[in-house]
């Protein structure tokens, strides 16, 4: 099951969770085949609703449109979930969602999992602000948090083109809580690196599953990447970790991931750059490298020897 | 056949080929099971020949050769004695420096390739394996597919392996060979100050490389300590990992990364192998670099090439 090949279509299911009385919204795949592997929690980012990036169903293009299925079909239970201020959770005109927001949301959706499945601690992956998100789970609950993935991670911002674009509209972001998404924006993901990289066929499914569950998004994760980086501390992340970086990704400067990478006190670490992939791995035209890069470091085998 | 575990032994073949007249040994472990996967080319490093760190067998202990496991996993495995190491040429006056072991990969690559049809071929080099294989890819990246850099160092710089050695540069350079012993490798697993080799299988591997020389040629030890950097990243065009031992002195993780940075293909990964030092295959936790260089080798083509 280590090729690509059309994983079998898990069956979903919606669990609910709450944060300060403001309800989250969760969704579970569980393992269809393989060997059981444990559980990946894949943690969205700032522009949609966790089920477009993580559960895909597009009608045609390429197989494996899901990331989730594609991992059930290889021995994980999965999860996403919502963060409040996204698609089905908690979504009050007054909520910002902030990297401290997206902490306690993960901190209530990781107690969740693992009293609802007796799961033990998690794979956890986040990706872009997502990434940050994850990173801070993994600071504030290492006890969760088995193995680390960060894809289209930023740490301090330093040489990031995507963030200094976004910084001369901070004032804007600043003025309100939410921000409008539309088909213009969400295309713009895929073109504002390296135009070709997203996988055209299923961006429009992807734009429209995005759309379907929010006209609008909080702007709190795009205030802390333009003003609060960095937001994560990497000397407290003892968990395995792998930064996973588009070739184009202009969201982080290259040198700006390796000095993060430098910090990360574990030794079972890996930094993997990925051809050909911009920001939004999953539905870019290379997304199998993704999975498999993925798939290859959450089954590592366990170290025998630890040293000293 | 992604798990660890026994894979089924394949059955070795010698091969011989040769470079300006010196003979030259390879060995073969062809396919024994899983999808074709291509060639893969071991390269040894300073201080043994091909055999023992590749196909290392330790009977009534539960190891797996590199070479049996990656044979079971569809690659044809191959791996060559370098001028001066083991059953090939070892006239007295052979250094084998590390360009000598890029001319030497040559002649070898040339014999793979005509005997088996392959187009290109994987590389893995560990030690100074790791300078020619890098060197010989430089040279020659039509050849190479794919290529690995286990227990690799660039520059020297921070290195306290090489620190050490430096202190005995002029006794190396007063002859081309220097002897080795059971104390002298036992000194290449402890000098990280840990012990992170497979204490079961240390008596067969030492068995093994004292039954195929009492002494290595210093060239290569000579290129590291005065002669460093033998590789220019710029010019390794083809997909690269840096597999990289939490224990290893032989170099600096920023000089590694300051190597990583400079790589021109963007396929490269860089993966800190926990509770291993030097001279990964042999160590507790082998499987780790097994597992790290299987999924690097079988990473899907990519769709889009910018």
Redesign the interface.
Known sequence: MSDAMTAAKAKGREHWTEVKGQKIFLWQKRRTAGPERGTILFVHGSSMASTPTFDLQAPVGPPNSSVMDWFTARGFDTWCFDHRGYGRSYKGPEFLATIADGREDLSAVSDYILKTTNCGPVCAYGISSGAIRAATLAESHPERVKRLALDAYVYTGAGSPTLEQRRKKLDEWRSATRRKVDAAFLNSIFTRDHPGTGEDQWIPSFIEAVLALDDSIPNGTYIDMCANLPLNDPAKITAPTIIMRGEYDGIAGFDDLIEFFKKLPNPDKEFAVMPGISHASFQQKNHMRAYEILLSFFTRPEPVYKGH | M???GIAARSRGEEHWTEISGHKLFLWRKPRTDG?DRGTLLFVHGSSMAATPGFDLQAPGTSYVSAMDWFAARGFDCWTSDHRGYGRSYKGPEILATVSDGADDLDAVSRYIMAKTGAARLFLHGTSSGGLRAALFAERHPERVARLSLDAYVWTGKGSPTLAERKKKLDQWRASTRRPISRDFLNSIHTRDG?Y?VDPKIVPFYMDAVLALDDSVPNGTYIDMCANLPVNDPKRLTM?VVIMRG??DGIAA??DL?DF??LLP????????????AHGSFI???H??AF??LY?FL???E?????
């Open positions: 992604n798990e660890p999808p840990v992170a997909p939490e224990f993780t920023d990364l990583f940075r293909n963007a396929d490269k990964e860089f993966a800190i192998m926990p509770g291993i160590q507790a936790n499987q780790r597992a790290i999924s079988t990473r899907s990519p769709v889009y090439k910018g």
